[in-house]
């Protein structure tokens, strides 16, 4: 669960609590004062039937609202005085002086033969009047207070429901700003990698747990910044150094190779020449790592246009004799002035590192298909070989660093795993993108596209 839903749920929860308790101490209060205005009503109208008893020596029930159930009894003998229409239609028990009661009354309708529920107020008042003293019950039906009660009780519910809807498109908004600074920093947390590592989340004054987080953060970018630097430094810096001690030792192997050979047994012959292939192949892994740190340091390049037809055609040409020493056949379909925006020699490096791969895990008396097509907006250029091809679940490694299918054939044929590193770096500097298909045993396809430029 995401932790925008969290907090909405924090949110809505806490309101329909709230709201819940809030609204069952409005209803208890509702209740309880409709009692007391009903027990008010009961009281003044117990007065008032005193009143008019002095006056209508008996005669009340014209004057008496047919709503009230009225009862007097004369308080010393405990005879009943008087009895209002309603007391004689429904038959309530007594009740005791200064009390009241909620009673539930069954009566039958003699039309249809159903009995009725019907519940009833009730509540005793010792009045005294002159030099007498009465008990009046009144009682009133208490059909419109349980009917505005119901319409509570449903009122409630609905008003909670509707509370909900509107506390989670408060809270929704209310998280959105919430996490917005987090959305932010995941953003730019995503976009920044080993090649922009400079980039930093932004700081602002406020000085809240966003603010810190943003700043620890950044914090732990400038560690991974300065051991990424400290790396690819040494990196560099190491393959530098490696090159003249290198260098010397292939001229000095050259040198015993080509004139004290005869002299020489045939064991320590082949050692040097063994020798010999090691320090070349020493020699093209320190090249390629040098090339490889100086691209990730290039941030863009100068862009010229660049004959890509021309390009190709002369890198085919000077790769044509080592497909005809394995039997290869070469075949190429190039459009005429096909041209690209790019950096010349980093175009020719990286499309001679694909024919050097072409060739080189191809199989002999196998093919190797060169084409090149313009769109609008971009060139493609696809090199297709025979050959073992790559599995399918190593396909999305092989752009990685010292990456080998098969470490095996790789160092048989002196394969450094930097080869396709070099070409995906230098078709990114260019704005472009390469992407590779294979199906095993049977062949392999480069695809590189690189913005189009029109010479015209």
């Excluded at 209310?174 to 080993?194: C, F, H, Y």
Aim: proline share 3%; aromatic share 8%.
């Amino acid at each position: 669960m995401t932790v925008r839903r969290r907090i909405m749920l924090l949110i809505v929860g806490t309101g329909l609590v709230s709201g819940f308790l809030f609204s069952g101490v409005v209803f208890y209060e509702f209740v309880e004062q409709s009692f007391r205005l009903l027990d008010s009503m009961l009281e003044e109208e117990a007065y008032k039937v005193v009143e008019l008893l002095e006056h209508t020596k008996g005669q009340l029930n014209s004057h008496i609202d047919d709503g009230y159930w009225i009862v007097i009894y004369d308080r010393q003998d405990s005879e009943v005085i008087f009895r209002s229409n309603m007391a004689d239609f429904v038959r309530l028990p007594s009740v005791k002086p200064n009390s009241a009661v909620t009673i539930r009354h069954v009566a039958v309708n003699d039309a249809s033969g159903k009995s009725k529920v019907e519940a009833f107020r009730l509540k005793a008042f010792p009045i005294s009047s002159g030099d007498k003293n009465y008990i009046v019950q009144v009682g009133r039906s208490l059909g419109k207070v349980e009917e505005e009660i119901r319409e509570l009780v449903w009122g409630i519910p609905l008003g909670l429901l509707f509370s909900v809807l509107i506390l989670i498109l408060i809270s929704r908004f209310v998280t959105g700003k919430i996490l917005k600074p987090i959305g932010q920093m995941k953003d730019l947390a995503r976009d920044i990698s080993e090649k922009n590592l400079e980039q930093r989340l932004p700081v602002n004054e406020q000085g809240d747990e966003f603010n810190d987080l943003a700043v620890t953060i950044n914090q732990m970018l400038d560690r991974l910044q300065y051991s990424f630097m400290r790396q690819r430094n040494f990196l560099f810096d190491t393959s530098h150094e490696l090159k003249t001690p290198l260098a010397t030792i292939r001229l000095a192997i050259g040198e015993i190779c080509s004139s004290d050979m005869e002299s020489l047994s045939p064991s320590v012959r082949d050692n040097l020449l063994r020798l010999n292939d090691q320090v070349l192949r020493m020699e093209r892994l320190v090249k390629d790592l040098l090339d490889m740190s100086s691209l990730e340091t290039l941030s863009g390049l100068d862009l010229k246009p660049v004959h890509l037809t021309e390009l190709l055609s002369a890198l085919i040409e000077d790769y044509r004799l080592l497909s005809d020493a394995r039997n290869i056949m070469m075949e190429v379909h190039l459009p005429e002035n096909l041209w690209v925006k790019g950096d010349e020699e980093k175009l020719r490096r990286a499309f001679s590192n694909l024919l050097n791969n072409a060739i080189k895990y191809n199989e002999d008396g196998g093919q190797i298909v060169i084409r090149a097509e313009r769109y609008v907006a971009e060139a493609a250029v696809i090199i297709e070989n025979t050959g073992p091809g790559v599995p399918e679940e190593d396909l999305p490694k092989v752009f990685d660093q010292f990456y080998r299918v098969e470490k095996s054939r790789s160092l048989d044929y002196g394969g450094s795993g930097l080869g396709l590193p070099i070409v995906k770096r230098i078709v990114e500097l260019h704005k472009g993108r390469v992407d590779i298909e294979s199906k095993q045993g049977e062949r392999t396809r480069v695809i590189v596209r690189l913005p189009g430029y029109n010479a015209r």
